[in-house]
């Protein structure tokens, strides 16, 4: 019966905690599809570890300044700027500086953008890597 139930939890239940230890953890995205595993390569668990996922494990499953400073998918866009974090001060259970246009940290084909606006007010010129 215990291994039944185990069958009907929602994909990625087991890593909601690790959502909640991000800021925005819950509303990333990657090509406009939901992804709750941010840590994998697929958007469900059991996929493997993508780039930001090893990095978020190496920083003890938390969000730290160095892990915040970090481009884990070399984009050009910190994990900061990418969580919506993008002066680093996101404290557990407080709201993000930006809660719009969040994309992956784990992905470099998802990018922030300014669509529908937001994003443009917290991007400073040390948040892109330009070279």
């Given amino acids: 019966m215990g291994l039944l139930a185990l069958c009907f939890l929602p994909s990625g239940a087991g890593h909601s905690r690790y959502q909640e230890r991000i800021p925005n953890g819950r509303q990333v995205q990657r090509s406009g599809v939901y992804w709750p595993a941010v ?30 400073e970090a481009d884990s998918d070399g984009d050009g866009y910190s994990n900061g700027m990418e969580l919506g974090d993008p002066n680093c001060t996101w404290i557990f259970g407080q709201a ?32 892109r890597c330009d070279g």
């Avoid at 390569?41 to 090893?54: H, W």
Wanted: charged share 15%.
């Fill in 39 to 68: 840590g994998h390569k697929s958007s469900s668990i059991g996929s493997g570890e993508n780039e930001f996922g090893y990095a978020f494990k190496r920083a003890g499953y938390s969000w730290t300044v160095a892990l915040c």
């Fill in 96 to 127: 993000p500086a930006r809660s719009v246009n969040i994309s992956h940290p784990g992905f470099a084909d998802s990018l922030p953008s300014d669509e529908g606006g937001g994003f443009a007010a917290s991007t400073s010129s040390s948040s």
